[in-house]
Every structure is written in C-alpha cells, then in structure tokens.
C-alpha cells in the first residue's frame, strides 16, 4: 500500500507568480494503480540535499480527463514547493505515491446542488470535484466560493473562467479578494458574512445536497459553523485542512513506561518496543518500517491505521469520523499508545 513509482513530468503549466501545475504521464501497467476519485491527493516522494521530502497534493484534474495533475503553490520557506515552482520542467521524474483520501464526490442517478468554498491553494481537489458535478448529470449545479488575494494569485482562474462559459446556467463562481477590488468581486476573506450571502441572499431558497470546504482551518471552522447555524446538517459538510493551527502535545507528559508494538503492513509484521511518550508513526519510522505518511500534522489521511489490539489515543483528530475511531482507526501520526501491547494494521483500513 506504500509503494510509490517513478513518474515523468509531462507538463509545466504556471498559473500564478507563485504556483505551479504539474501533469504527469501514468504508464498503461500502472493506470489502475492511479485511477482517482474527484478530490483524492497524490503524496510526491524527493530527495533534496540528501533529505527525503513527502508532501501531499490534490490532485486539480477531472478523473474523466485521462490526466494526473495537481497543482502547487510556492510557500514561504517551503523546500518542496520552492523546487516545484522554480527547477521543475517537463521531462524530469518524480516517485509518486497511489492516490487516496477521502474529500471526495461520489454521483448519482438524480441531479444534485453542490457548493464549495474555497481559499488560496484549495482549489485544486475542488476543480477536480466541480468538473466532475458538471459532467455526471446534466442538470448538477456547482456553487463556488473562492477567496484569493487578487485575479492574479488565484489559481485556475483561466479553467475557471472556461467552466463558466461551458456551463452558463450550471456553474456559479463567486470570487473574493482581500487585497484587491474587482468588479463582480467581494472585498474582504470567507466569513460568516460572506456564507450567510451567498446561501441567504444569492442563491436565497435553493437547497444544496452538499458541501465542500478546503483551505486553512480557520476558514473551515468558519464556513462550517456559519452553515450549521442556518440548519444544514452536518453530515453534508465536507472539508479537507490544507494547513492546521499546531496542537501542544500534554499527552505525552502524562505518559509513562513502554509499549511492545507490532505493526502490519504490505503483508509483513514488525516488532519493537517503544516509549509511550512517542508518537506511534514517529516510532515506526525510527524502526525504519517503510509506512505510509505525508503531512505528518493530522491533515491529511496517508497514515491511518487500524487498531488490533491494545488502545492508543490521539493528540488532535480532524480526519476520522466518531464511528471510525469507534471501529477502531487513528491516525498514526497523532496518536500515543495507551496499553503494554499495542497492535496496529496499516493493510485494513
């Protein structure tokens, strides 16, 4: 499940000053391997100055394209993202890692209302999400919300721009800009008062079959809570955390003595023993079991693993549902073992 392959890059396309699009070519044997849903991510494996790098990007293209692209914005003092946007060119290989998460849309027989909110680099599953709405029943709408510093910094604003025209009475775009004033535009960020327009003014009396959510945490908690007061059930509120404010870890000052911990995983079992003070994920690597992970910060679902014996718990989770932790799942990157003996298998999940 952790294997990753070597992929040719097989387009640059800037979309921004500071972002990048990334298309890569899938070899015929390898295509069942990377066939997505809309709004899952890659995890891009590099080695920079000896160092291996893992980071997670949606991926911005429909499944029905035929294409793997994800799009990356630079950031500051980001190492990978900083390579990406100003060494990266066509022809160069990258270790690409099976796509997966769970931020997705799954189509039906009836026609559905969708609208997502979206800031800055979180538009890229979303394009992916909104394509595929329009494309999979004719009369799907899609409401997006999207916030960005100016026309020039926002990403996919040509593809977007496209969208419009193709689907003229299925597609609706609200954009929103904090440092710049634009006609058909509003001024500001994504707020409260920005939801309560668009779902109480603008598009006053539709009802929407779903919601997705992504870019910054706070943007999120926002959006969300805004949605929830005017009575949309949670259950149709999807979001995926780009960035996540940092959590103190007081669990582990709590802790005290060892934990014997096997791991399963591609098939394999490993055993070693390990302070309950540590992070399992961080344990497992130490050990140099080749498990699965990306983000490292619980946003992103590259490393849940379920429990098979024994009981660990986690330091922060916006990922896994109540019923999922219930069965057993944690992610492994957050969570510290509880009991003597702790069991967790990568495999099922």
Known sequence: MSDSHTLQITAVEPLTPNSVALTFKVPENLKDIYT?????????????????????YSISSAPSSG??????????????????????????????????????????????????????SGITPIMSIAQTVLESHPENIFVLVFGNQSPEETM???KIQELKQKYTNRFFVQYIYSRSREDDALFGRIETSTVNFVIKNKFKGTTFDAFYLCGPEDMIHAVSDTLKNNGVDGNLIHFELFTSADTEDTMAENLEGMTQVEVILDDETFSFTMDKKKLVLDAVLNEDIDAPYSCQGGVCSSCIARIKEGKAEMVKNQILTDGEVAEGLILTCQAHPLTPKLIVDYDDV
């Open 36 to 56: 997505f849903e809309a709004g899952q991510y890659i995890t891009i494996k590099h080695h920079i100055n000896g160092q291996e790098l893992r980071r997670a």
């Open 67 to 120: 294409e793997l692209t994800v799009g990356i914005k630079k950031m500051p003092e980001g190492t990978f993202s900083v390579y990406a946007n100003e060494s990266l060119k066509v022809g160069d290989v990258l270790e690409v890692m099976p796509p997966e998460g769970r931020f997705i849309f799954e189509s039906g027989p009836r026609a559905k209302k969708v609208a997502a909110f979206a800031a800055g």
């Open 156 to 158: 996919y604003f040509q």
